[in-house]
């Protein structure tokens, strides 16, 4: 499916809010409902939108601790790797990336404990190399 301007306007505008009703994102977008309606369907067919997230607000947030687990990883056990920490609930995304290291794991916890327990079980799995994180301190924005 190509996407034309009024697809990513709308794309957009649900990413900043996917609980709108189709008659809000109808005047925010200055579409017709049946537009928005029919675009919105073209999208979740195409498989270009999958699905609808839940997104914390700043309120749950302030009360958590978020970071950044860069993870070098044995090449021969990063599928296992991955496996055993999707399965972990502190775990909320994983990604590969480019460069020194393998895997970078966002990980969310209540208290400092929690997250050293976390590093711990994470830096004693079979096939993790090495470990380094990052607690974030603050967030200036999120589009996701």
Do not use: C, W
């Not at 055993?84 to 990336?97: D, F, G, I, K």
């Amino acid at each position: 499916m190509d996407l034309n301007k009024n697809d990513r306007r709308l794309i957009k505008a649900l990413q900043r809010n996917a609980r709108q009703t189709i008659s809000e994102l109808s005047r925010e977008l200055d579409l017709s409902r049946t537009t928005v309606q029919k675009r919105l369907a073209q999208l979740e067919a195409s498989g270009i939108i999958v699905g609808y997230q839940l997104k914390l607000g700043d309120s749950y947030r302030s009360t958590t601790f978020q970071a950044y687990v860069n993870l070098v990883v044995d090449p021969h056990l990063g599928t296992q790797v991955a496996n055993a920490l999707e399965r972990m609930a502190e775990v909320e995304a994983l990604y590969t990336v480019s460069g020194k290291i393998d895997l970078v794991a966002i990980i969310r916890v209540n208290a400092p404990a929690e997250l050293d327990q976390v590093l711990d079980r994470i830096g004693e799995m079979d096939g993790v190399r090495d470990t380094d994180s990052a607690i974030v301190l603050s967030t200036k924005f999120d589009r996701r």
